[in-house]
């Protein structure tokens, strides 16, 4: 039965209270018994360099400590972790032999209480022989560069190449070539929580229980499986009530559970480790920075016919899943929301001595977003068309949905020129081009900048084969991978109350909040009338290989198989009602608690009907109609990739068009975003509050990386910005004054109609910036190329121009 | 000389309290595992991001830059203490309704930051507010509803302040 | 990041302050806002054997504004400073730089003795009082002694403080009443540490001659800088763009500055160049409308 209702709202979220009142129950607030150990990592303080030797003597000698690891006693208990790329060099999470980047961990310290384990990080002997480092992703690929690990004979980890439709004819008949080269920097997103693991080893079951702030289990739950030498069950995994921000970080933490359970199945005791800042910056992960080159075949009138792109991906010391997949993630989108027909991607993942990376909200979108949209501008101004012009003329039109794109993306629906549309009228109502020009003549360096881009969600896991070769895929005994599923399980107590499960744990993003929204909805009933369970304990809650919070997939997964589970269970109140008060079921509707048969007087409370099924179960008929279901759903349309390397890359692709305004100082150089404006198709609305909160965080992470975040390394390999006074996460001051609105363009082929909204502006906003940064200095023929964009770097570009 | 632990009272939210520290241990810390006040949310323990911002004798500082001996004696608030008999402070209710808060770990320190923010400037614009936040860093909300909260917050405490203003005098 | 294990000594008096400095001075550190010693302890960049804490020294907090002397206790609190209504009258400059130190909940600890004692290059206070005539007064168990800021900041993170020696007292020689104070700062964040500052005070005689100038500069230039062969030249009549723009070039070209890795030399001195031009032009027009008022 189809309840055609709109979704109840609430002020505020299920979540706020605990969270306001100083009652949430982050990782390191867990209680711990009195044996448990507390660890610390010593860190490699060198980019590159051999060790010598490791002389424990001194640390072990330190009062409070009880135990000092290195790789060598890990390795007794823990094997590499798998990697999608076969043949990789190992990844241990702790170095063996060679340090290959500042922070990564050496040794680890335990201890009765986190100020002795670092007491023993600072007495732990360790020589280093410092070799030399290699930092940039080209002076890494070089033949003669340093190499990271000599077994494997390069730097280039990986490359492939991508080719669809027919771009060489393309290129040969086309009226113009666009070319850009651009460099996109390496930022995280920095949740203010840091990664924490609490791990005990079971002897008698040869098991583990692992309590961490992750956003799995999904697939990294199989890599630290096989890492642990245990079957996947053999893990429980628990993840607290409230995680203090995750954007993808959180499931780079994964090497941390390993090395934390090996050691507490080498100390015979529980061991918990919360990182600290400075932990984090070093050693957690990072999105990957790239140079490219991309170029463009254009006609005449500015349609782009193909697109040619040369990548260079650095993946830091390490290629650990889910990379290379950052470069997938670049074909989900690849031809944004324009018609392009044709393209071919060069592709490698170079290591060098940095961070290794992993997901980061937005995951390859930034990256990708930034050269496609850098480039659309450059044709724009060598095409001498507007720049919001050329890109209308390139738009898929809301007729042609859906609509299959050359890399096997199926997009599900749009109104791209309508969602512009709304975003430039709010343009238009603030005045932004009259304050532009009004701020101009004062004598400032004002700008706008634009960036139209679709974004993808709830991603089909197939993508991340595409590192494999189809030759590769198709060899017998190659498990080929598809989909994304999850699960809900809802019931009704015989009170009459409604609890919900899920299989994901949200680190913010208010999945309480719409999980009992969406079964709200179906029962008529008030949004603080649905209890939620959204924690993770993989003991009791099911999940499976693509659960977790990553890849917007909430809404569209996670909300799917909830609102399956709410009708179904609705059915069978209806089935069971029906027994009751003598009527069909289909002459039954449920609203505001009630059961009431349809033009009659005849009613039931839920309390009434929950206490009879509960209590008198054996008077009712059918056994098989219970008062709890579980559902599970799995996004549709998405199959393994092709023997031409075409996949539909997700389940749905909503739809941004963003404006920034930027100020420069023209003395000082210092750029501001003043405004910014984001209009999003996110399909059906759940919940626009939640949304709006989604989209506006977004902006500020793309914000960071424009203009101020910078994971930087001088060629010593030292890191440049390891504490919170080198590595500026934007604040309330830089922070735009924004409007945010959302566009329904139902999704055709998703249970609720929804798109995903988690990661939108932390991919678009990067290229809206440097957009605006571009107008801003455009009497100066500025040219963004490269982010973020410093003081230092916009006054080389009026010092060039000058 | 190492080792060495030092007993201390001191006030929390208005209850004394008692316990034992050694010098080195940081009052955030203190406050969490000895106390057991976890509302108190450790970020960076190098006085920037904000999130163990408390309040001393009604002055928000970062319980990461002070050692716990040396709130012996002193009164301390907590986002625990905020609330007054189950009721959410004006600013919390305010975070609350204009969707200030998404994972939660950076609220403590920014609703105890705006209540000092506020009591000093009843009637901050929406640039003081921005300036005067802006040593609480937040990850999720790109601080759009942050600074809602705070504006409206004061305007709400304004209204209080005039309503109990008028019932004195009458 | 948690500090290594210290001996903690808390000193309610300045006798018992002076009396552990010279018993522990070269093994320790003072504690007193403890705002940028505590993430350097937390950072173990520092790991002193004894922290000597100064807090509860109620003698060192004031705030003395008389005749034209200011006297500002070392333990005095960046907000007190904030708060103080005689400083913003009488010493415009101090309450505008103190503004630009970090956050409200650091200048709730942070000290004036403290900053000073650390030298941080780009901080705002030093910057203020090298730029006005300040002594500093410090005190050991050998005496007392009276240093300018020339003589007190030496470069970055490096002051003529001795092992056994605290500061004091700041004396600050209050600028000629109807001044003009303009401090001016660039940094990519709110409450970050300066790429770089400047801070100018302005004052005219009855006929409206700039008979009163001080500026200096601060922010890639090791310790504050005061530029006193700019303060002559500016002074006198006021200044055309011209005139003041070749002083201001010269006046930065004949320093010491120095690039690092987020801010190469070049970048600085413009910036320099900049902050400073500007600080000039608002306290010189600011001066002057209260000369016509």
Known sequence: ?802 | ?170 | MKPAPFKYIEVADEEALTSALADYGDDARLLAGGQSLVPMMNFRVVSPEVVIDLNRVGALSYIDCRDDVCRIGALTRHAMIEDSDPLSRRCALLGQAVRNVAHRAVRNRGTTGGTLALAYPGAEIPLALMTLDTDIILRSKRGERRLGMKDFVLGALDTSLSGDEYIRQVEIRMPPPGSAASFVETSRRHGDFAIAAAAVVAARDDHGRLDYLRAGVAGGTGAPVRLTALEEALSGDDPDDGRMADSVHEAIAAIEVFGDHHYPEDFRRHVLKGVLQRALKDAIVGSERRHVR
């Open chain 1, 1 to 802: 039965m189809q309840i055609d209702r709109p979704f109840p709202q609430i002020e505020g979220r299920l979540e706020d209270a605990r969270l306001l009142f100083g009652r949430g129950r982050y990782i390191d607030d867990l209680p711990v018994g009195p044996s448990t150990l507390h660890a610390a990592f010593t860190r490699s303080p060198y980019g590159h360099a051999t060790i010598a030797g490791i002389n424990k003597d001194a640390a072990l000698a330190v009062d409070g400590v009880v135990a000092v690891y290195t790789a060598a006693d890990l390795g007794a208990v823990l094997d590499p972790f798998p990697s999608i790329v076969r043949g990789a060099p190992e990844y241990r999470g702790i170095a063996t032999g060679k340090v290959r980047y500042v922070g990564e961990p050496v040794a680890v310290v335990l201890a009765r209480d986190r100020y002795a384990a670092e007491d023993g990080v600072s007495a732990l002997d360790i020589a280093y022989e410092a070799l030399p480092a290699v930092v940039d992703v080209d002076a890494a690929a070089a033949e003669t560069a340093p190499l990271l690990h000599d077994d494997f004979g390069t730097n280039v980890v990986w490359r492939n190449r991508y080719r669809y439709g027919d771009p060489e004819t393309a290129f040969r008949e086309a009226d113009r070539i666009v070319g850009i080269d651009l460099k996109f920097p390496k930022y995280n997103s920095t949740p203010l929580e840091t990664y924490g693991v609490i791990a005990e080893y079971l002897p008698e079951t040869d098991g583990y229980v692992i309590h961490g702030n992750f956003q799995g289990p999904f697939s990294l739950m199989p890599v630290l499986a096989r890492a642990l030498r245990v079957p996947d069950s053999r893990i429980r995994m628990v993840v607290p009530q409230d995680i203090g921000g995750s954007f993808g970080i959180k499931a780079m933490i994964y090497p941390y559970m390993g090395l934390i359970a090996a050691c507490a199945r080498l100390a015979e005791r529980p061991v918990k480790w919360i990182e600290d800042r400075a932990e984090h910056l070093l050693g957690s992960a990072s999105g990957t920075d790239r140079n490219s080159h991309i170029e463009a075949a254009v006609s005449r009138d500015g349609l782009v016919r193909a697109i040619r792109m040369n990548i260079r991906e650095n993946v830091g010391a390490y290629l650990r899943a889910p990379e290379p997949s950052c470069v997938m993630r670049s074909l989900t989108t690849f031809s944004g929301p324009y018609r392009i027909e044709s393209g071919e991607i060069e592709a490698a993942c170079v290591l060098t001595n940095t961070l290794p990376t992993g997901l980061n909200r937005g995951y390859g979108g930034q990256q990708y977003m930034f050269s496609l949209e850098r480039l659309m501008d450059a044709i724009a101004r060598e095409t001498g068309i507007d720049r919001i012009e050329v890109r209308r003329r390139n738009f898929l039109k809301a007729a042609e949905f859906p609509y299959r794109t050359t890399t096997g993306s199926y997009y599900d629906s749009g109104d791209y020129h309508g969602c512009l549309e709304r975003a430039l009228d709010y343009l238009r109502n603030e005045g932004w081009e009259r304050m532009r020009e009004e701020l101009r003549a004062s004598g400032r360096l004002v700008g706008i900048g634009v960036a139209t881009c679709v974004h993808s969600a709830a991603s089909n896991i197939g993508y991340v084969t595409l590192a494999l070769s189809p030759e590769e895929r198709a060899k017998r005994g190659y498990n080929a991978k598809s989909g994304t599923n999850d699960f809900a399980h809802i019931a009704l107590d015989a009170s009459g109350r409604l609890r919900v499960q899920i299989g994901t744990a949200g680190a913010g993003q208010g999945h309480a909040t719409a999980v009992a929204q969406i079964v709200a909805r179906e029962f008529g009933l008030g949004v603080r009338d649905i209890d939620v369970i959204d924690r993770i304990d993989t003991e009791t809650t099911p999940w499976t290989i693509t659960t977790g919070t990553y890849a917007s997939r909430f809404s569209v997964v996670v909300g799917g198989a909830v609102q399956r589970a709410a009708a179904r269970l609705a059915d069978h109140l209806r089935i069971i009602a029906s027994s009751l008060l003598d009527a069909p079921p289909d002459q039954i509707d449920i609203e505001e608690g009630m059961i009431r048969v349809r033009n009659s007087n005849s009613s039931l409370s839920l309390r009434q009907l929950a206490g009879a099924a509960q209590w008198n179960r054996g008077d009712l008929p059918d056994d098989v109609v219970q008062l709890h279901v579980s559902e599970s759903y799995g996004a549709p349309n998405l199959r393994s990739p092709d023997s031409e390397n075409r996949v539909n890359a997700a389940a749905t692709y909503g739809f941004m068009a963003d404006f920034a305004m930027v100020e420069i100082d023209p003395v000082t150089f210092v750029p501001r975003v003043l405004k910014y404006i984001a209009v999003h198709d996110v399909g059906t609305a759940i919940n626009p509050q939640l949304i709006r909160g989604q989209i506006a965080g977004g902006i500020v992470h793309g914000l960071g990386g424009a203009l101020y975040e910078h994971l930087d390394y001088d060629e010593s390999g030292q890191m440049m910005s390891a504490s919170f006074m080198d590595y500026l996460c934007p604040t309330a001051s830089e922070a735009p004054q924004m409007s945010i609105d959302h566009f329904d363009a139902k999704s055709p082929f998703t249970v609720l109609g929804v798109k995903g909204c988690g990661e939108n502006s932390a991919m678009s906003a990067p290229a809206a910036i440097a957009s605006a940064v571009d107008d801003a200095l455009s009497e100066f023929n500025g040219s963004i190329a490269e982010l973020p964009v410093t003081p230092p770097a916009i006054w080389r570009q009026v010092a060039g121009a000058s």
């Open chain 2, 1 to 170: 000389m190492f080792g060495e632990r030092i007993a201390l009272d001191l006030e929390v939210n208005g209850k004394p309290l008692s316990g034992v520290a050694e010098p080195r241990t940081l009052l955030s810390d203190f406050l969490r595992h000895n106390l057991g006040f976890t509302g108190v949310h450790v970020g960076c323990e190098h006085g920037v991001c904000g999130a163990c911002t408390v309040l001393l004798d009604d002055q928000p500082v970062r319980s990461c830059l002070m050692f716990a001996v040396q709130a012996r004696h002193h009164s301390i608030t907590t986002i625990e203490g905020l609330a007054k008999g189950g009721e959410m402070h004006p600013v919390q209710d305010a975070f609350r309704r204009h969707h200030g808060l998404q994972c939660g770990f950076c609220t403590p320190g920014m609703v105890l930051t705006a209540v000092d923010l506020i009591q000093r400037e009843p009637d901050p614009s929406e640039r003081s507010v921005r300036e005067g936040m802006s040593g609480n860093l937040c990850r999720c909300t790109g601080y759009e509803g942050i600074v809602q909260a705070v504006l409206a917050a004061a305007k709400d405490l304004k209204r209080q302040s005039q309503s109990n203003r008028t019932e004195e005098t009458q």
